[in-house]
């Protein structure tokens, strides 16, 4: 894979694509322009990660999530087009696991956009518990000398469906008549179905909130799959779950991350510039308190997401394989994005809420509970998903404990283990206590610190986990405890996130005070998160001995302060560096007019003319004639900047003739009557 972000391609094939995105107008037709789905198919956006040799881009995770966050900055839907043939797809699927005939006929394809992927996973009653897989079901068969599968499926919310020419399909394989032979198993497997294949059932859509992609249901009862359309051939049958959670650690790790990033990103800088030339009361309203406490949530929750991403992207580049890194990456991203996006509308007012072609955050507004729900819905992805695989994949002794249980003679391993667990108990407790007192003190080195303050919570995390376990299996019951271990675990990789991006741009104009207020928020996050989680266990005892041992003096992170909130706010409303830094990878139009576009070049000569008015009024003069004409030039940029669109027609009024009569005005003196819709008609 190419590890370089393939600039080239961004500056010319993406930035193109993007130009042509009307969004307001994909909402309203539901459905992208033939020019958008050529574009995307002949210029190799649905095969970015397939290799070169196959046709493809070959992109790294890192490049790939580039991408996609530049076109989540024009259109939500166009970049969840883009986002599911390289993420969890047959294409990645089949670069690792197809056989060379399945490789050789799909990826060229697939590269091509002559096929257009989807992959069907969930089913009615198998959404987050997707291995369950009831509604998709197969017997292999032999049928006319040939060994097969007879399956039958129900599948949902698969996005690309109505379009798709392949679809991957997961369903559970049982094999009672012991056909197989020892030549693939029974369980979980995937198999690879054109669209023309006999008995699939496939075209229907959803329509999921304001969102314009292609999703619907893919359907098939008593169908016949023969053995060479499973991914792999027959000697995979049966592993496919296995082949999910390997490709879905990277895809979910890259897409909807991108994209939350994309609209944290794209907030900092058209909400940051907005806050700034908008004034009431004759005052920016960057300047108002209120106003300045969202900014800096904004400011904050951008630095982190963005360098969650980085940090997770740096990751991939090695071949790691961070399961459950990517279920804190899901998580946290859009679960930040939205407070982002929320905190957005609350700047922007009535722009962000009349939709139009002027409004760039209100169809991704009503789009975000999409982000919230697929690939894991974030409410179970918190409290069941990243500490329940967290603290088996992650613990030293867990699984040695749990695997001399399951043989149950294995009296040495278990001894072993426990030996091995009260050691590890012992060790993070002392750490606990020892950084409660040696943490560091001073910021007069930011980034050493907050490192201090992390490896402190590190500790306290490593103990409370340790005398959680005395729940034994009840512990994945109790999922509000879960949930809260896993905002102490997700806080945790987003502080050290924060501190290796901070460390690879340490030089930026104002990237201080940006990290300062990141931090601050995340150790009061953590901490809260451990407190709680003390103050709620069920067991007697040992939430007041997780919190003795974890904080013996008391709660020690206040959160950030009014001036660290007003710093930041200031930096992202004001040309800065760290501005800029945190605009990279959005999309701004070459078009003058474009809103984006013009909030990036009024920003600095609304800056200038204030300051040029605060000069004149403190030397009690008049502006020059070269200050009063720049004001002149804001004033009527940002007069067309603070309108919102109108319509003539909406609804059914489009396709109702010219006699129409809104219900509201029938059967009144008004009915007939015509009044112009624009002054001077």
């Known amino acids: 894979m190419t590890d370089e972000l393939p600039t080239a391609f961004v500056d010319k094939e993406v930035k193109e694509l993007c130009e042509i995105l009307n969004d307001y107008q994909i ?33 790294s995770a890192h490049a790939h999530s580039q991408v996609v966050q530049m076109i989540s900055t024009r259109s939500g839907s166009a970049s969840a087009t883009v986002t599911v043939p390289n993420s969890l797809g047959p294409g990645e699927l089949l670069v690792r696991y197809g056989t060379d005939e399945q490789k050789n006929y799909f990826l060229p394809k697939l590269a091509a956009g002559d096929l257009i992927p989807c992959f069907g996973l969930t089913a009615p009653h198998s959404g987050s518990d997707a291995a369950s897989m009831h509604e998709a079901y197969g017997e292999v068969v032999e049928r006319n000398g040939q060994l097969g599968i007879v399956a039958s499926f129900n599948k949902r919310y698969i996005t690309l469906a ?14 009672p008549k012991g ?16 669209r023309d294949h006999p ?56 897409s909807l991350p991108a994209s939350a990033v994309g609209a944290a990103k794209l907030s900092v800088n058209a909400v940051g510039a907005y806050a700034r030339i908008r004034k009431q009361f004759k005052v920016p309203i960057a300047e108002m308190g209120g106003v300045q406490e969202a900014l800096g949530r904004i400011a904050s929750n951008a630095f982190i997401v963005t360098s969650a991403q980085n940090l997770i992207n740096s990751m991939l580049a090695k071949h790691e394989q961070p ?47 999409i982000a919230i729900t697929v690939e894991g819905a974030n409410i179970l992805t918190r409290s069941l998903m990243i500490f329940g695989q967290g603290l088996n994949r992650a613990h030293p002794n867990l699984i040695g404990i749990l695997d001399a249980i399951e043989k149950g003679d294995d009296v040495k391993g278990f001894t072993k283990a426990t030996i091995g667990f009260l050691n590890h108990f012992v060790t993070n407790t002392g750490r606990s206590l020892v950084r409660a007192v040696t943490r560091p003190r001073s910021k007069s080195d930011l980034l050493a610190y907050y490192e201090g303050q992390l490896s402190r919570l590190s500790s306290n995390f490593a103990v409370s986990a340790d005398l959680a376990l005395v729940l034994g299996g009840r512990l994945k019951f109790e999922e509000m405890l879960s949930g809260r271990f896993a905002d102490a675990f997700g806080t945790l990789y987003l502080g ?16 201080d005070a940006l990290f300062e207020l990141a931090m601050e928020s995340i150790l009061q996050q953590n901490q809260t998160a451990l407190l709680e989680l003390s103050n709620n266990f069920p067991v007697p005892g040992i939430g007041p001995l997780m919190k003795a041992i974890s904080f ?31 605009s990279e990878g959005i999309f701004i139009s070459k078009d003058p007019k474009d809103r984006v576009r013009q909030l990036n070049d009024i920003l600095p000569l609304a800056v200038q003319a204030d300051k040029n008015a605060a000069a004149a009024k403190k030397a009690k003069r008049s502006l020059t004639a070269e200050e009063q004409a720049l004001a002149d030039k804001v004033a009527a940029v940002v007069n067309e900047l603070v309108q919102v669109d109108s319509h003539e027609k909406l ?17 009144t003196r008004f009915a007939n009557l015509k009044i112009p819709t624009t002054i001077g008609a």
């Open 496 to 511: 050290y996130a924060c501190c290796w991006y901070y460390q690879q741009n340490r030089k930026v104009e104002g990237i």
């Open 651 to 667: 609804g059914v009024e489009h396709t109702a003739g010219d006699d129409y009569v809104r219900p509201g005005l029938r059967n």
């Open 323 to 369: 399961a459950v890194l990517s279920a804190v990456m899901k998580y946290e991203t859009t679960h930040r994005a939205r407070l982002v996006v929320n905190d957005a509308m609350d700047i922007m007012g009535g722009s962000g809420i009349c939709r139009g072609e002027t409004n760039s955050f209100g169809n991704g507004y009503m789009a975000l509970p």
């Open 199 to 254: 008995g699939l059932v496939i075209g229907k859509r959803h329509d999921p909130l304001i969102a314009a992609f292609m999703n619907g249901p893919v359907q098939g009862k008593d169908v016949f799959i023969p053995m060479k359309s499973i991914i792999g051939g027959q000697e995979r049958c049966g592993f496919g779950w296995n082949m999910l959670m390997d490709c879905l650690a990277e895809g979910r790790s890259v």
């Open 179 to 194: 056909l197989l032979k020892g030549k693939g198993n029974e369980g979980p497997t995937i198999a690879l179905l054109e």
């Open 27 to 59: 909402t309203n037709d539901r459905d992208f322009s033939e020019e958008f789905w050529t574009r995307c198919r002949k210029q190799g956006f649905f095969g970015m990660i397939i290799p070169k040799q196959y046709g493809g881009k070959g992109f």
């Open 162 to 175: 109505p379009v798709a020419g392949v679809v991957g399909l997961a369903f559970t394989l049982k094999d």
């Open 552 to 582: 013996p003096f008391g709660a020690a992170y206040g959160g950030p302060t009014d001036k660290m909130v007003q710093k930041a706010s200031n930096l992202i409303t004001n040309p800065s560096g760290i501005r800029n830094l945190l």
